[in-house]
């Protein structure tokens, strides 16, 4: 569910102007020209009459596009326009980490404490659960949200203490430190540790703190909001996929892992404020956007808020959003000084978010991503790709061949059909998603690389062609 050099004054003055980059007839012929590339790629995936999306891309200070694309309110017939607020749903994380990490530079807490020096009353079952296991998706904690009863129940209001109760008694899911899962009750967690210290609401402190003094004036906790600015409809896919308002969420329950709303405008000042180093030290703002490590050593492309990799061979900092009603999502290529924002209005989008970013961050930086072209695999290579793939201790891919076509199916997912672009590469329809299968020094598939989210992902082959284990005689 809520489910990864600094802008000058003149630029955040501009941000404020609702025009669109082709009314901006001053601009550049190579800026325009850009803008043109990066509007072309996006703007097929926006029906003008179904929920749409508004987007901002800058770089190096400058806002190269900022557009809005479909419907804001379907059943009333208006349409997009850029200023729009909409729900941010998981990119609020970014907004709680910095919080944390403002007090952790305050000296009011470390990153080692245990949560139970601010949470006395958490049952952490002997376990040492730290801020930073909680920060990097690392505790173990159940996410509430992947509880059956949750989706029964978020329409609710719930105190913060009520919210805890839901899910503190349940029995950790791993051993703190051991493994990385997303997980939206460590947010909500830090939500709370920020009102203990701070001795403000979550709500109170993130506009005092963050909002204000960057001049955020659209952003909120929603029901917070200091100003009456436009705001889009949520949507939902309904019955036979017609479109429907989005049913009602209390926003108690996303609280500090994604209860924020905002526009790409307030966005773009706020990875202006990154950009400038404010808010917190240099150094904490590095270990930010580095990946943590699982005892084990292993990385886990995550680090205090932000999901960490590479975008064209650029190194990455993101974070996606889903929230009912909408989807979301916000990337910065630090070495580039590129920043796209895309919030879309439907939680059912055909094209996420994450993909337009994509594009169009790699447009702006001059290397975009080929356009696939679908080829003919035989049936027997395909025959050889099926099997059964690791993907962590609790997931697997796995891959078959049906009526000549290759369905790849993730653990307690749906499945998705597969479409090649070379004998051994596949890439998902409507994203930038590929597979690529690798053979090993007998000539036997043996893994499939996964390239997504700006990183690679090795799964290895967990049974051989004949269904067998690998190394059995």
């Known amino acids: 569910m809520f489910k990864l050099s600094a802008l000058c004054v003149a630029t955040l003055v501009a941000l ?37 999306a508004t987007v901002i891309v800058t770089q190096d200070g400058k806002t190269v596009l900022r557009k809005a694309y479909g419907m804001a309110d379907v059943s009333k017939g208006t349409p997009m326009t850029p200023d729009m607020a909409m729900r941010l749903g998981s990119i609020t994380k970014q907004f709680t980490a910095v919080g944390i990490l403002m007090l952790v530079d305050e000296g009011k807490l470390a990153l080692d404490d245990d949560i139970t020096k601010f949470l006395p009353e958490y049952p952490t079952r002997g376990k040492r659960i730290t801020i930073e296991h909680l920060l ?65 609401t979550y709500a109170r402190f993130m506009e005092e703190r963050i909002f204000t003094p960057l001049e955020m004036r659209h952003t909120a906790y929603e029901g917070h909001e200091r100003s009456s600015g436009p705001r889009a409809a949520g949507h939902s896919k309904g019955w036979f996929g017609r479109v429907t308002t989005a049913k009602p969420i209390s926003m108690t329950q ?64 993101a974070h996606d ?38 594009k169009a961050a790699a447009i702006a930086i001059g290397n975009p991503f080929p356009d696939f072209k679908a080829v003919k695999v035989d049936n027997a290579l395909l025959d050889a790709y099926a099997g059964t793939y690791r993907i962590d201790a609790t997931a697997t891919r796995s891959f078959k061949r049906d009526d000549g076509k290759l369905i790849m199916q993730r653990t307690n997912r749906d499945p998705v059909t597969l ?19 690798a053979r090993n020094a007998k000539g036997e598939v043996s893994q499939v690389i996964v390239h997504s989210q700006g990183s690679d992902m090795i799964n290895q082959r967990v049974d051989a062609p004949s269904g067998t284990p690998y190394g059995t005689p």
Not at 16 to 44: G, N
Not at 293 to 310: C, R, S
Not at 326 to 350: F, G, H, I, M
Not at 419 to 437: E, G, I, K, Q, R
């Open 321 to 358: 959003g889903g929230i009912d009603g909408y989807s979301t999502s916000a990337l910065r290529l630090p070495r580039q000084k590129v920043y796209v924002a895309v919030l879309s209005n439907t939680d059912a989008p055909k094209i996420q978010p994450d993909m337009v970013a994509s």
């Open 254 to 317: 996303p609280y500090a892992a994604g209860a924020l709303v905002s526009t790409v405008d307030d966005l773009a000042r706020w990875d202006a404020a990154i950009s400038a180093g404010k808010l917190l030290k240099p150094a904490t703002w590095q270990k930010a956007h580095t990946s943590a490590v699982l005892a084990d050593g292993k990385p886990t492309n995550y680090g205090y808020g932000w999901q960490v990799g590479k975008l064209r061979g650029e190194p990455l900092v």
């Open 16 to 52: 404020h102007a609702p025009v669109a980059f082709a009314q901006d007839a001053a601009r550049p012929a190579a800026e325009q020209a850009l803008a043109e590339r990066i509007d072309a790629a996006i703007a097929p995936y926006y029906k003008a009459d179904a929920p749409g």
């Open 136 to 200: 990097t998706h690392t505790s173990g904690i159940v996410s509430f949200t992947s509880k059956p009863a949750f989706s029964a129940t978020d329409g609710r209001d719930r105190t913060v203490a009520e919210m805890i109760d839901t899910f503190k008694n349940d029995a950790l899911e791993f051993e703190p430190g051991t493994r990385w899962a997303y997980n939206n009750s460590g947010y909500f967690l830090l939500g709370a540790v920020i009102e203990k210290l701070s001795g403000q």
């Open 419 to 437: 479409t090649p672009y070379a004998n051994d590469s596949f890439f998902m329809p409507a994203s930038l998603t590929t597979f690529v299968f």
